[in-house]
């Protein structure tokens, strides 16, 4: 037998070593229990239909796009009692790991754009002793800190922690399932234990993909998580549109959308005044403004970038004749539509497309859901049922 210290990376003893339940030389053994001895237990939300209490749930997207400010003003939400869900009209604690943002100067900041109650959102970090200083502030680690920060959500109260971004807080590479489980499963088990909502933040992978397959490297991140929220920017709008795509435990694909505003918020320079009070100036910071359920999910969003980088955009001018063509007709086939293309100005003057060029335009058009094939060799443009009765007017 080998040493029991030697475990692997997902050995589950690790987990529970981290949150402090068992000594590292306890002999692991299975058990068994019938289901009809479980009693079914309910599903707590700390945000209604999107975010559980009791797990992981990832928010990701590209940077830029108002992640940070979104979770500031979510955790403003809990701290008034104002999210809705089983924690409404109930001021909840909330705990923050900040690894890329100044504390002090961007998030508490934010958090007063938000209106939060700042008594109840605390920043956790960690301090260690070195040789030359007592109580350095250092970065907070899920493979080292795991059991500390148990012990400060209990002694809190806390709901709701929020790891911005998550990978500053893990060992290992975000791309190697294994190592993203090392690092996670204890942290699902942590959430699970003590029925908190454990919200991490993540960056997106570059280049193209669904939205599944734009979460980092890993399969394991999707895996780990029992709710998904992918956020992007409608570069159209301005808004920032979340959707989620994931949901183990209510329904998934709702998407909604956030304007991003600016909020003066009076802050310390630092400095002091003759009379010897600290110097306060106005800084503009953002907030974010919820707008409700959105028609444009990040799939559109996704799909519109693909487009146009794949020169399928509205900049393509023999694919814009096919729409105009289509929906002045009705219904076509591929020689009239070729036809029209490359005569388009009435006077032989077109862009000389060959069947194949057109069928093959047709055919990213069907996959992007902007034309239908009715049969063989006939083409028309896709409508959509229209969600209310049209009025007498």
Not at 81 to 104: C, I, N, R, S, W
Not at 263 to 278: F, I, Q, R
């Amino acid at each position: 037998m080998s040493d029991p210290v030697n475990i692997t990376p997902l050995d589950t003893r690790r987990i529970f070593e981290q949150l402090g339940e068992v000594s590292a030389d306890t002999n692991r053994r299975t058990r068994r229990r019938k289901a009809s001895d479980m009693k079914p237990q309910k599903t707590w939300w700390a945000w209604d239909n999107y975010v559980p209490l009791g797990t992981v749930t990832i928010i990701a997207g590209t940077a830029g796009v108002g992640k940070s400010t979104i979770l500031t003003r979510m955790a403003a939400d809990w701290s008034r009692g104002a999210m809705e869900g089983d924690l409404y009209g109930k001021p909840t604690p909330v705990l923050m790991a900040a690894g890329e943002d100044d504390f002090q100067r961007q998030v508490v900041p934010k958090l007063i754009a938000a209106n939060a109650d700042l008594d109840l959102v605390e920043e956790f970090y960690v301090e260690m002793d070195t040789i030359d200083a007592h109580g350095v502030q250092t970065m907070f680690q899920l493979g080292d800190d795991l059991r500390d920060l148990r012990e400060d959500i209990i002694d809190s109260g806390a709901r709701v922690v929020i790891l911005d971004p998550i990978i500053s807080f893990m060992d290992g590479s975000p791309d190697r399932p294994k190592e993203v489980r090392a690092a996670l499963d204890p942290v699902a088990k942590l959430a699970q234990e003590l029925n908190v909502a454990i919200v991490c933040v993540m960056h997106w992978r570059k280049g193209h993909g669904s939205i599944a397959e734009k979460l980092s490297g890993a399969h394991a991140w999707r895996d780990i998580c029992r709710s998904y929220i992918a956020v992007a920017k409608d570069r159209e709008t301005g808004h920032t549109v979340a959707q989620q795509d994931k949901n183990n435990y209510g329904p998934d694909g709702d998407a909604w959308s956030y304007a991003m505003s600016i909020c003066p918020v009076p802050v310390e320079t630092g400095e002091y005044g003759a009379d010897g009070a600290p110097v306060v100036e106005m800084q503009d910071f953002g907030v974010a403004i919820y707008m409700g359920p959105s028609t444009v999910t990040v799939d559109d969003l996704l799909a519109r970038e693909k487009r146009a980088n794949d020169g399928r955009s509205n900049g393509d001018p023999v694919r814009d004749l096919i729409i105009e063509f289509l929906d002045s007709v009705g219904e076509s086939t591929v020689e009239k539509i070729r036809e029209h293309v490359n005569n388009f100005d009435g006077e032989n003057v077109g862009f000389n497309q060959s069947v194949s060029n057109i069928t093959n335009k047709l055919s990213r058009l069907i996959k992007y859901g902007e034309v239908i094939r009715t049969k063989r060799g006939h083409y028309a443009r896709k409508t959509l049922p229209m969600p209310f009765a049209p009025s007498d007017d």
